[in-house]
């Protein structure tokens, strides 16, 4: 029955923006970590490389996962 | 509402990412699943593959036409090049069929399209470039999976 | 190498995202860092925001052009409509200055492309519609940040 249960809920039907949300935040807590070992921003493809993920899905979640008000706090801060 | 993207862009294999994560990213406004969101992302690289390969020969100083109109839960993808065209277009839409199976082509591209678009038309001749048409219904698919 | 995109798209806020996407993954070619992506993100959002509300005022029937070109580390990115445009360029590009207040906008759209640009240019006239060229040097940055 647990196999037929994952079977029903991976039956293709997850919403694009729950999927990239959660990568979103896996980017988050990624860029974190690199940009301490690092001492600067990691480049795009070091964030990939790091989650495993294609440079493509970086792009999309980094959008999904976007906080509105972040524009505000870049230019503020 | 009609909401529709028109991209040019550079010949080079570079820009089937490009392709492909714009054409994603225009749909994100009907949220689709991830499986629907795969297949369309499939069927650009597929036909942006076969322009900047077949239609250019890998001319990077040529131009790909990449639109998207979506209407009502309708989705219209062309891919347009000016490159040679097709001369035998039933042909080349045969499974299996490539003109160039020395380059590992597998001749599946137009085969995943009709796999996974409810339409699909090709437009072209000999040194009249190549017009690819695909649809999809969102709506539909949609009602049928809720 | 040479490499640049045009997209035309239809002029509803639903493709702010669109277009910040399409840029990011143009980008990509280049390996920017998460920094300098949202950076310029920032600034497509801001103008093309510019375009939908003060050149269009919300008509979803009207388009915006974007293009992207890269060439040996310099981006050039152009965002034009055909809308209201704008009578006086250098009180509009004043920091705080805004004609629709009202909108609780900020008036910072152009002080922020100033700020997170190495160039920006400002073409317009009353009728005549909006050009707004914006010039980045990635080798430069990268170089300093290596
Ligand atoms: N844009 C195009 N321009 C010219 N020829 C094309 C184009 N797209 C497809 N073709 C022709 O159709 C054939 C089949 O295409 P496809 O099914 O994608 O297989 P493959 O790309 O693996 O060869 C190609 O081998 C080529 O001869
Ligand atoms: N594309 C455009 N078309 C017409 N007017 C524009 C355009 N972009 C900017 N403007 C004018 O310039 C002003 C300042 O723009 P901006 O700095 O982005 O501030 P805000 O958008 O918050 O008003 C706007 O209030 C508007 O009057
Ligand atoms: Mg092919
Ligand atoms: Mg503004």
């Known amino acids: ?77 | 509402m009609r909401n529709e993207m028109h991209i040019r862009f550079s010949a080079v294999s570079e820009n089937e990412s490009f392709a492909r994560v714009a054409v994603a990213a225009f749909l994100t406004n009907v949220n689709p699943t991830l499986d629907e969101l795969t297949e369309i992302k499939t069927v650009v690289s597929e036909a942006v593959t076969n322009s900047i390969i077949h239609g250019y020969d890998h001319d990077a100083e040529k131009f790909i036409e990449l639109s998207a109109v979506l209407e009502e839960g309708k989705l219209d993808i062309v891919v347009r090049d000016e490159g040679h065209g097709i001369s035998d277009i039933p042909e080349a839409m045969e499974p299996l069929y490539s003109s160039k199976p020395e380059l590992e082509r597998s001749g599946m591209g137009f085969t995943i399209m009709e796999n996974f678009m409810d339409e699909v038309s090709v437009e072209s001749g000999p040194g009249q470039g190549t017009v690819v048409r695909l649809t999809k219904y969102f709506a539909a698919k949609k009602a049928l999976c809720n």
């Open chain 1, 1 to 77: 029955i647990g196999e037929i249960q994952r079977f029903i809920r991976d039956d293709g039907t997850v919403k694009v923006s729950r999927s990239l949300k959660e990568t979103g935040n896996k980017i988050r807590r990624a860029r974190d970590e690199l940009t301490k070992s690092l001492s600067r921003s990691p480049t795009i493809s070091e964030i990939a490389e790091a989650l495993e993920i294609s440079t493509e899905d970086v792009v999309m979640a980094q959008e999904a996962s976007r906080n509105p008000s972040s524009i505000h706090e870049t230019v503020y801060e």
